[in-house]
């Protein structure tokens, strides 16, 4: 069975993107912010309230919280927690490896984004780990650059791939790419088809069009990929409790380029750095 069946990558217009941009903003911001508050002893249900408070002071909804069953504005997953981790009581330590994934709704559109960091700062945890969430970004970053007009998903899953493989060589480590969890299109809701893979697939894939709107997000282990949910029915973890880490952005595909629609500058940075044409709309 195909992976996207008749799915096909939506387009949609300058306004709307221009729209979508204020709420990945908002994600962006908000993001931001928690980067400079997560400290060991805190609470992940004390950043998921930090997070909440954010989002609905800059006109947003916590649109975690509009998937039914969920009733978080974030996901936080530590350690061996790949994605899907529920805020709560959990105490943060020190060199603990936190991947939050965050998303808001602003006048009917979504935005959608996650990030990694060791919790006290890279030295303060395993250097592999740290090395693992510095891949994974730099992943995520190789798949956004290469989006383009008229290509295909595999595009993305391609430069994704080749990006930690290359990496993994350098290291002498062989990192697992998660095959379970994809990104997704993004827009009205916030999970759209179609699925967006971090690998290569083979058979039909779907093409990305002028005005494309899509969640790019690896996720790496540092062991072998497989993974399970645990009994809470959300929190999805490796198999051999080995790390992983998260990143994500959600991104647009206009006339002038790339736009990043979660990232603060837009993408601008990252893009150039790489090559790729740094595409917002005024």
Do not use: K
Request: glycine share 14%.
């Amino acid at each position: 069975m195909s992976l996207f069946g008749r799915e096909r990558v939506r387009a949609r217009t300058p306004d709307q993107l221009r729209a979508m941009r204020v709420a990945g903003l908002l994600v962006g911001r908000t993001l931001d912010m928690l980067r400079t508050q997560v400290r060991a002893g805190m609470t992940t249900g004390q950043l998921d309230a930090l997070a909440e408070d954010f989002i609905r002071s800059g006109g947003g909804i916590p649109n975690f919280q509009l998937v039914p069953g969920y009733s978080h504005t974030l996901c936080t997953s530590v350690d061996d927690e790949i994605v899907h981790g529920i805020p709560g009581e959990r105490v943060l330590r020190e060199g603990d490896l936190l991947s939050i994934d965050c998303g808001a709704e602003v006048d009917g559109w979504n935005g959608d984004a996650a990030i990694t960091l060791v919790v006290g700062g890279d030295a303060a945890g395993d250097p592999a780990a740290a090395r693992l969430s510095e891949i994974t970004r730099r992943s995520l970053w190789a798949g956004l650059a290469a989006l383009r007009p008229g290509g295909d998903l595999n595009d993305i899953g391609g430069a994704v791939e080749d990006s930690i493989r290359a990496d993994g060589r350098a290291d002498g480590v062989a990192y697992g790419i998660v095959e379970d969890y994809t990104g997704h299109g993004i827009g009205e809701h916030m999970h759209l088809p179609p699925n967006v893979p971090n690998y290569r697939v083979r058979g039909r894939v779907p093409q990305t069009p002028v005005g494309a709107t899509l969640a790019i997000e690896p996720m790496v282990t540092l062991g072998d990929q497989a993974n399970h949910v645990l009994e809470d029915d959300w929190t999805v973890v490796t198999d051999d409790g080995r790390p992983a880490a998260h990143w994500e952005h959600s991104v647009a595909i206009t006339e002038r380029g790339i736009w990043v629609l979660t990232a603060l500058d837009g993408g601008e940075a990252e893009l150039t750095a790489r090559g790729a044409t740094f595409g917002p709309l005024d």
